[in-house]
């Protein structure tokens, strides 16, 4: 059964930084991403990555201050996030296995994890 789990969300001040961790149960996918929701909001993509092409894919809102990673295809996937915002505030989803590689489509993911908590005080 594979399964997701996040972990690393948290508070923290504007101008701070957070790194999110993805561990995957079960199976291991080329491609992953990250989504988030913010209250009130639909939940939206945020990062992808194709690990055996380095392929990397963002979201413009994060562009420069957000890096997905992972050293191997077996390891977790990271999202570090610098320079934080208010605005990003959102619970942070790890989703996996998209039908295709890089997608920031939520539905082409079939697997998700159940998101972690980021809390950006202004």
């Known amino acids: 059964q594979v399964q997701l789990a996040e972990s690393g969300g948290g508070l923290v001040q504007a101008g701070g930084s957070l790194r999110l961790s993805c561990v995957v149960s079960?199976?291991?996918?080329?491609?992953m991403a990250w989504f988030r929701q913010a209250p009130g909001k639909e939940r939206e993509f945020v990062a992808a990555?194709?690990?055996?092409?380095?392929?990397?894919r963002y979201t413009d809102a994060v562009k420069g201050r957000f890096t997905i990673s992972r050293d191997n295809a077996n390891d977790p996937v990271y999202l570090q996030m610098n320079s934080l915002k208010p605005e990003d505030t959102a619970v942070y989803y790890c989703?996996?296995?998209?039908?295709?590689?890089?997608?920031?489509?939520?539905?082409?993911?079939?697997?998700w994890g159940q998101g972690t908590q980021v809390t950006v005080s202004s």
């Open positions: 990555m194709h690990w055996s092409s380095g392929y990397t």
């Open positions: 989703a996996a296995r998209p039908r295709v590689a890089g997608s920031i489509v939520e539905d082409e993911y079939e697997y």
């Open positions: 079960g199976g291991a996918f080329n491609s």
